[in-house]
């Protein structure tokens, strides 16, 4: 069963919303990006790098380990 209300435009204006508000921090935007690797993962929606873009630098080593199942040798900027 597929969700027509969920794609690309939409998760766009959601995660736009949520980050103009005054909470929104790092722990916020990894749970974003658990949530697009996940939509991407399960074939969800299509790749889209401007999604990314969107959200703040954080846990960039952490997304690599997990991408790639052990620690890798990425140093965080």
């Given at each position: 069963?597929?969700?027509?209300?969920?794609?690309?435009?939409?998760?766009?204006?959601?995660?736009?919303?949520?980050?103009?508000?005054?909470d929104?921090?790092?722990?916020?935007a990894?749970?974003?990006?658990?949530?697009?690797?996940?939509?991407?993962?399960?074939?969800?929606?299509?790749g889209?790098?401007?999604?990314?873009?969107?959200?703040?630098?954080?846990?960039?080593?952490?997304?690599?380990?997990?991408?790639?199942?052990?620690?890798?040798?990425?140093e965080?900027?």
């Open positions: 069963m597929k969700n027509e209300n969920l794609n690309v435009e939409n998760i766009k204006i959601m995660l736009k919303k949520q980050m103009e508000r005054d929104f921090c790092d722990d916020v990894l749970f974003w990006q658990g949530y697009l690797f996940a939509l991407l993962e399960f074939s969800i929606i299509e889209d790098s401007e999604l990314y873009t969107l959200l703040p630098q954080v846990g960039d080593k952490e997304c690599y380990d997990f991408l790639l199942g052990e620690p890798s040798d990425i965080p900027d």
